[in-house]
């Protein structure tokens, strides 16, 4: 054993997916409060995961517990895979929520989530930033992206910790073809969003998306809450989509992740399965 290190309870669970290996999967590592910043980011560059969360104690009132979320490059105040995740692997570790719903203390703030059709789900955070993106900005993702710009049937801010921008083009197939420059998108953080066709695609989901974050060192993310989160709060405040619908996301990188969302209750709830996948103990 190193120096110093001892054994902490760890899960691995696969987000966005009923079935492991479909989805995006995420390392938790539980009872952190006596590890050193250092170790945590350490951690999750080992993992190389698109990230790896901490559970704490939560530090404010009404909060059930407190998560700290690392990428392979740092720390993000939000993101929507680790809150389902987490609270999963929080949940399954005998965690009792004080009231109805479970409330998680993260750097956004306080995240309520709740299972709806019998899956944990998040209220989306407010954005923090959201709006039309500027000229020299949008013209680097269209580079980055490697589309024209006629390619672009809108464009927006979504950003609600992770400063995600959104662009949306005519359909699936053209979301599905991209093959970014990621040097040339530098440290934007750029989701694509597209229609299916129900004719030629399906009537399982209605839109695709695919997430961007090389300055994360996460190239192409699997399937990214976050993201849809502020997606959804733009479209369907911006009439582009229905209050309710189903997204997929990691089918360019061979997963088959599905994100529910919903307008209820004065929120818009991100949902998703969370399947198990590895369950022990990391030293550390």
């Not at 998040?122 to 013209?139: I, K, N, Q, Y």
């Not at 672009?152 to 420059?181: H, K, T, Y």
């Not at 695609?201 to 300055?215: I, K, L, N, Y």
Request: charged share 20%.
């Amino acid at each position: 054993m190193p120096p110093q290190a001892r054994s902490y309870p760890f899960r691995q669970v696969d987000v966005f997916s009923a079935v492991p290996l479909r989805g995006n999967p995420l390392a938790v590592v539980h009872d952190a409060d006596d590890l050193p910043e250092d170790k945590m980011a350490a951690f999750a560059r080992w993992t190389g995961l698109s990230e790896t969360t901490f559970l704490l104690r939560p530090t404010v009132a009404g909060a059930d517990y407190r998560v700290r979320i690392f990428t392979p490059s740092g720390e993000l105040p939000f993101a929507g895979h680790p809150t389902l995740g987490s609270c999963h692997a929080w949940l399954r570790a005998g965690g009792r929520p004080v009231s109805s719903d479970v409330v998680q203390q993260c750097g956004v703030g306080l995240v309520r989530i709740r299972r709806r059709s019998g899956r944990l789900a998040f209220a989306a955070p407010p954005l923090r930033r959201s709006g039309e993106v500027e000229p020299a900005v949008l013209a680097q993702a269209v580079r980055g992206l490697g589309i024209a710009p006629e390619a672009v049937v809108a464009a927006n801010w979504v950003d609600n910790g992770p400063a995600w921008l959104a662009i949306m083009l005519a359909s699936r197939a053209q979301v599905l073809s991209l093959r970014p420059d990621f040097p040339a998108l530098g440290k934007l953080k750029v989701g694509v969003v597209g229609p299916w066709d129900p004719a030629t695609d399906g009537p399982e989901a209605q839109f695709e998306v695919r997430a961007f974050a090389p300055g994360l060192g996460v190239p192409e993310d699997p399937v990214t809450g976050s993201l849809n989160a502020g997606i959804a709060q733009w479209l369907t405040s911006a009439g582009l989509a229905p209050a309710s619908y189903v997204s997929s996301q990691g089918t360019a990188l061979g997963r088959a992740g599905r994100v529910y969302v919903e307008r209820a209750d004065g929120d818009i709830w991100i949902g998703g399965d969370v399947a198990d996948c590895v369950t022990g103990d990391v030293l550390l």
